[in-house]
């Protein structure tokens, strides 16, 4: 934790969803670490309880507000919150999403790709949405959507969420252009790192899994805290104000040849 006063984003506001666990924790604890006052929000009540205790025991400042990002109206209640406790939202981590059973394209049903869309393209719309006022009454803020290497790569037996999450970096790049004018960044990263989601791919497909880090060129995946949330960090600053638009593939260059993702369907 950086001592009171030299942290990159002392001063601000960040809104991290799915901040329960996972990288939405290490991005929580990274932007704390830099002096933000944090935002956990989840669903899991329980889940963000504990991200704000971790922060708190490093001296960090964080509260939790609960959110269930399939209900608009609950998002649009966790900004208006937000703004109304602490005056603004500098930074918002779009990080949260809708998750689905892998399974082959000719079987997944449509409910599938409109869960998938609500997570990872809609969610974050009416978040960006109503956070842009208060960002733009600012001319400051800062927005990070979290997207995959599955949908750039088009990985197999995940189609709902590849469309999804290739949809948020088109949403991304649309607001970069609308709201730079306006001091407003809005940019995505594609991370790879250890999660509980990526624990349970390993146990369900060993092999997979040790041949996913064969061919990452670092030889590791990524630490959520470490790894992920330096780079949030700094796109959250003020250092990163002339950078809107951009996909950072966050994956220790698992995006330069490509990965083997090949996810059990039994």
Not at 35 to 53: H, L, P, R
Not at 125 to 144: E, N
Not at 159 to 169: G, H, I, M, P, Q
Request: aromatic fraction near 6%; hydrophobic fraction near 45%.
């Amino acid at each position: 934790m950086n001592k009171p006063g030299t942290g990159l984003l002392d001063g601000k506001v960040a809104v991290i969803t799915g901040a329960g666990q996972g990288i939405g924790r290490g991005v929580a604890l990274r932007l704390a670490a830099e002096g933000a006052q944090v935002v956990v929000s989840d669903i899991n009540a329980d889940a963000a309880a504990e991200t704000v205790s971790l922060i708190r025991s490093q001296g960090g400042d964080a509260v939790a507000i609960g959110c269930d990002i399939a209900d608009s109206a609950s998002l649009e209640a966790l900004v208006d919150t937000v703004a109304g406790r602490f005056g603004t939202l500098d930074i918002l981590v779009n990080n949260a999403y809708l998750g689905n059973r892998p399974g082959p394209l000719e079987a997944k049903p449509a409910a599938d790709f409109a869960r998938a869309l609500q997570g990872s393209l809609y969610a974050p719309l009416v978040a960006m949405q109503c956070a842009f006022p208060h960002m733009k009454a600012r001319r400051y803020g800062r927005i990070i959507n979290m997207c995959s290497l599955n949908g750039v790569n088009a990985h197999p037996y995940t189609a709902d969420y590849n469309v999804s999450k290739e949809a948020l970096r088109c949403l991304t790049r649309s607001a970069a252009r609308e709201w730079a004018a306006h001091g407003i960044t809005v940019n995505a990263i594609c991370p790879a790192a250890r999660t509980p989601a990526y624990e349970r791919f390993a146990a369900a497909s060993p092999e997979n899994a040790l041949l996913l880090l064969k061919q990452n060129p670092t030889g590791r995946m990524g630490e959520a805290e470490q790894d992920i949330g330096s780079v949030v960090a700094f796109l959250s600053s003020d250092g990163a104000g002339y950078m809107t638009g951009n996909t950072l593939f966050v994956d220790g260059g698992s995006h330069i040849n490509g990965v083997s993702w090949l996810p059990s369907v039994a």
